[in-house]
């Protein structure tokens, strides 16, 4: 069975600082993983996905993830935070690529101070 | 764009009463989902439909059914309302054939309260 843990359910950042959300996973196959994100009130938009092919994932509005199989990690990044990323994350894991079902970590809310 | 809707962003109802969530996607997709939101517990899947007329419960079916009559519309019924079916639930589609796997597209949600 597929799992996810958000290792962190509140992540705050200052303006112009690193963002790193991060994320565990376990999973008997290979894995696909994604990263949504929720702004208040609406509904989950798709930042990126991981599907076997680069380790590297480079996803919108500047994040990226990267795969470790060894560590089963899939954290989430980005260089410089803006004001507009405050919103909440899910790190999501489908057990192939030809799985319907997705199971969701709990979400990390991050919060950026001006 | 693909676009999922919901009929309902915000939904007040009664204890013991029967109520119905509408969702319609427009890009002729062949897998719909409900789910639900709560806080801390991330989403969870209470049915999907894989096609027209065929469902399959996911972890939490208990208190819901579901209905699909045409490719687009998934409704999510709660028979009799009970307060701790006060949630966000999200709807979502997805495509066999996209070639995004299994990608899935979210609706806006519907937070519905029961009294």
């Known amino acids: 069975a597929q799992s996810v843990t958000q290792l962190d359910s509140h992540v705050s950042v200052s303006e112009g600082t690193p963002v790193l959300l991060r994320c565990n996973y376990s999973s008997s196959y290979s894995p696909s993983l994604f990263w949504y994100v929720q702004h208040p009130n609406k509904g989950l938009q798709l930042l990126l996905k991981?599907?076997?092919?680069?380790?590297l994932v480079k996803g919108i509005n500047g994040f990226e993830a990267e795969f470790k199989k060894s560590e089963t990690s899939f954290h989430l990044t980005k260089p410089s935070a803006h004001m507009s990323d405050a919103a909440e994350y899910f790190c999501?894991?489908?057990?192939?690529?030809?799985?319907?079902?997705?199971?969701f970590g709990a979400g990390t809310t991050v919060t950026v101070r001006a | 764009d693909v676009k999922v809707t919901q009929s309902s962003r915000y939904l007040v109802k009664r204890t013991g009463e029967k109520v119905f969530l509408e969702c319609v996607q427009d890009?002729?997709?062949?897998?719909m989902f409900w789910y639900r939101q709560d806080p801390g517990l991330g989403l969870r899947l209470i049915y999907f439909?894989?096609?027209?007329?065929?469902?399959e419960k996911g972890d939490i079916p208990e208190g819901y059914s579901v209905s699909r009559e045409k490719k687009e519309r998934f409704s999510l019924i709660l028979e009799s309302a009970s307060t701790n079916q006060t949630s966000m639930y999200l709807c979502?589609?997805?495509?066999?054939?996209?070639?995004?796997?299994?990608?899935?597209?979210f609706g806006p949600g519907t937070r519905l309260t029961v009294l």
């Open positions: 999501v894991v489908s057990e192939t690529t030809n799985d319907y079902k997705l199971s």
């Open positions: 439909s894989y096609d027209v007329k065929m469902k």
């Open positions: 991981y599907t076997s092919a680069a380790t």
């Open positions: 979502a589609s997805s495509s066999l054939t996209s070639g995004a796997y299994n990608e899935q597209f």
């Open positions: 890009m002729d997709h062949e897998n």
